[in-house]
């Protein structure tokens, strides 16, 4: 019995043992890839970084070569100019739809994911429905709504649009995450006495944290780099979003290459830092609530 069963198992080794060098080949490709795909994805901001710091000479004639001298003062100009302005608005309005539209997305998505009631079918289409619709056919539409809420070239006519326009991909993003948990805390929380208000708060907040982290930060790239709503519903300068901003920053800085690179690089500090502070949240929720919704 044992001569046999050992027999048996060589082929089991044999294969396993001649599958290590296929394995670790298919390795060395992945690596190969990311690592091509890293480089190309970092190469255009560490090509502007450097030529933010180059002369406006050095960067024409030496375009792809590291600075001789660095220009550190090229960023306290573009800070000068104005960018800081845009950047603050750009922060306000993004952190207010962030919250707004993570809020009511999280609030509406456990109501359909856990609650039975007539209509509920409905108005999950409903809500998903808005992923049908382009923000370019409503520009206008909008426009007129608006002007008559008293709300053109304000804040919040930025910050209504993105968050109407928002709910429904974050909605669909953190349901499809709460049908995946487990219902057995929400009961124990019940048997304790918690309400329905208790149990999001306390249970269900807390478990979903990686989603909502990834809603919240897809959603404040969006509201971030938002160009069109931004270029239509605004027209003082002193509450333009980064784009325009940039946009009419180019335009007053012709001559001044280097000055407006390093305000792009400015731009773009921001949502780099956001990424990497939540890129594991961001990765597990994406994973988790693709899988098990």
Known sequence: MDKSTSLSKRPTVLKSIASRPVDFANRIIIYILFILLTIISLYPFVWLFLNSLKSETEMFEQSWSLPTVYHWDHYARAWEFGISRYLLNSFLVTVLTVLLTVTLSTMAAYALARFKFPGQTVLLFFILGGLMLAPEVSLIPLFRILVRMGIYNTYFALIL?????????????????????????????????????????????????????????????????????????????????????????????????????????????????????????????????????
């Open 161 to 293: 649009p993105y968050t109407a326009f928002g709910i429904p991909f974050t909605t669909f993003l953190i349901r499809a995450y709460i049908l995946g948990l487990p219902k057995e805390l929400e009961e124990a929380a019940r048997i304790d006495g918690a309400g329905a208000f208790a149990v999001f708060r306390h249970v269900i907040v807390p478990l979903s944290r990686p989603i909502i982290a990834s809603a919240a930060l897809l959603q404040a790239m969006h509201s971030w780099n938002e160009f069109m709503f931004a270029l239509t519903f605004l027209e003082s300068d002193k509450l333009r979003t980064l784009p325009i901003g940039i946009m009419s920053f180019v335009s007053t800085l012709r001559t001044e290459w280097t000055v407006v690179m390093a305000g792009l690089v400015i731009s773009a500090i921001p949502m780099i830092l956001l990424f990497l502070l939540t890129q594991r949240q961001f990765v597990r929720g994406l994973t988790r609530g693709g899988i098990k919704g």
